[in-house]
């Protein structure tokens, strides 16, 4: 067990082992977790919301819900001394028009994203309407943070921290 002199060196310990402990091996529940409620919520908010005819969703094999697209980066403390998670789904198209693009955000935002009319030959239909999957990831959690605070606990204690919430 490490030994402090000072406030400073139990916040400097802190910020680094807390995030390190949450993008470590026993994170992996952090991360799982995350790619569960996006899953769910790309099938609640953009698959369901209607069925292409001109081209196939790629849907798990390749396409947003692809578990392997899903991506949280390192996990760190910010100025304001709150954990920062960032989550991305990093999909990108299949076609020419998208094949280098990422493709969440105009998902997410729908025609209303900067330039998109370049991407849609019809951007009035219902593939440019914006289909929040995202947002609703974001609400869910936050209107039942529970699991989500259970995860992180598990994955502290997994890394030697004694955890009382």
């Known amino acids: 067990m490490p030994k402090f002199t000072s406030f400073d060196q139990i916040e400097k310990y802190l910020r680094q082992k807390i995030p390190q402990s949450l993008g470590s091996s026993s994170g992996l529940a952090l991360e799982d977790y995350l790619k569960d409620e996006m899953y769910q919520a790309i099938y609640d908010y953009v698959y369901s919301q209607w069925e292409p005819e001109i081209y196939i969703q790629r849907r798990d094999e390749g ?5 392997r697209n899903m991506v949280m980066a ?7 001394g709150q954990i920062q998670i960032e989550f991305e789904n990093l999909t990108t198209g299949s076609d020419d028009a998208f094949s280098d693009n ?11 994203i900067n330039n998109s009319n370049v991407y ?3 951007p009035t239909g219902p593939w440019a ?3 929040p999957f995202i947002q609703g990831m974001k609400e869910k959690i936050k209107s039942d943070p529970s699991t989500l605070i259970a995860v992180i ?4 204690e997994q890394s030697g921290f004694m955890v009382k919430w």
């Open 120 to 122: 849609w030959e019809d």
């Open 74 to 80: 390192s996990p760190f403390i910010n100025s304001s």
């Open 102 to 112: 990422y493709i969440a955000d105009l998902i997410e935002e729908g025609a209303a």
């Open 153 to 156: 606990k598990h994955a502290l």
């Open 129 to 131: 309407e914006p289909r």
């Open 63 to 67: 396409g947003l819900s692809d578990r």
